[in-house]
């Protein structure tokens, strides 16, 4: 009988052999993913045994990852904003510095209270309007996206999460169908210059979707199509937030003041000092 904590090892060993940077923060990741456990059960309960059927689905999964697939890909989950949202192949894995562009919202409207019309452009697995709605319980959003099958997950993460009735999904090309205005827009858009996608991260590269990645050839395409209806779009008093790529800050924010857009300060960094989240609000 295999206990956790051997299997952890066990697994640890495999991925630090296939060169995995943190191999046994990622084994406990794959156990507590794959036995339903928190940190907590995993540590406090090391020595119970894994019966063998889930030993081996275990085994498996490890293989998989060590063969350079992304975690959430194999559990087919991800948290985001202290949130559970599931993926499908459409959908990219929410990142950890998109958080910022939370933070950046909920700093340019910091009465939560405000029922406030959000719009998400590029919604994926609806993480960015998820996490809104979750800190605006008065807010109504509507996430869009070009890909069915990512509005598809979208819809359902926010119904699972509650949210469902506050939020509506589209499928559409950015604001194209939409003719409202809103106190705010977010979108995260796909941002990598086109040649650069080869030299991605396998784990990018070969599991998110190339419609979440490509930027086209300056990875502007989508910035400049966002930021041509962001003056439709908003509010007398409405922010539009922002995802930047590395150093995009400053060609992102000349599009905008091309439009009559006005730069909120300079662009939140994220945890790694990136310039990533940029604010802008009608002039
Ligand atoms: C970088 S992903 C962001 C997903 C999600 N908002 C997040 O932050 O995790 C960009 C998203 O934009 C969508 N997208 C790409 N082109 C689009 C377009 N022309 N109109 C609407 N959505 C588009 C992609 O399908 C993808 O879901």
Redesign the pocket.
């Known amino acids: 009988m295999t206990s956790r904590a051997d299997l952890a090892r066990e697994i640890a060993a495999s991925f630090a052999a296939a060169g995995l940077e943190t191999p046994e923060r990622e084994a406990r990741a794959l156990l507590r993913a794959g036995l339903g456990l928190s940190d907590v059960d995993l540590l406090a309960r090391a020595d119970a045994a894994v019966p063998e059927a889930e030993a081996h689905r275990l085994r498996a999964l490890a293989a998989r990852r060590a063969a350079g697939e992304p975690l959430a890909r194999l559990v087919g989950r991800r948290e ?1 904003w202290s949130l559970d949202f599931a993926l499908a192949p ?6 950890p510095e ?1 958080e910022t562009l939370v933070e950046a919202a909920l700093a340019a409207f910091p009465d939560r209270a405000t029922p406030l019309a959000i719009l ?6 609806g ?2 309007l998820a996490a809104l709605l979750s800190e605006y319980p008065a807010a109504f959003g509507i996430g ?4 069915p099958g ?1 509005a598809r997950q979208a819809r359902a993460n926010l119904e699972s999460l509650g949210l469902g009735a506050r939020a509506a999904i589209l499928v ?3 604001a194209d169908a939409l003719a409202g205005r809103f106190d705010l827009v977010v ?5 990598i210059p086109t040649m650069d996608i080869a030299a991605l991260d396998r784990e990018v590269r070969e599991h998110d ?1 190339l ?3 490509d930027g086209g050839p300056k990875g502007l395409d ?1 910035y400049r ?1 966002i930021a041509r209806a962001l003056p439709g779009l908003l509010r007398p008093g409405g922010r539009a937030v922002l ?1 930047l790529g590395i150093g995009q800050e400053g060609d992102v924010a000349t599009l905008l003041t091309a439009v009559g857009l006005a730069p909120d300060g300079p662009a939140r960094r994220d945890l790694a000092g990136i310039a990533r989240a940029i604010v802008t609000r009608p002039a």
């Open positions: 985001f459409e959908t990219l894995v929410p990142r998109t998400d452009l590029g919604t994926g697995s993480a960015l869009v996206d070009l890909s990512a559409g090309a950015w979108s995260n858009p796909p941002y979707p419609l979440a990645l989508a199509a995802e």
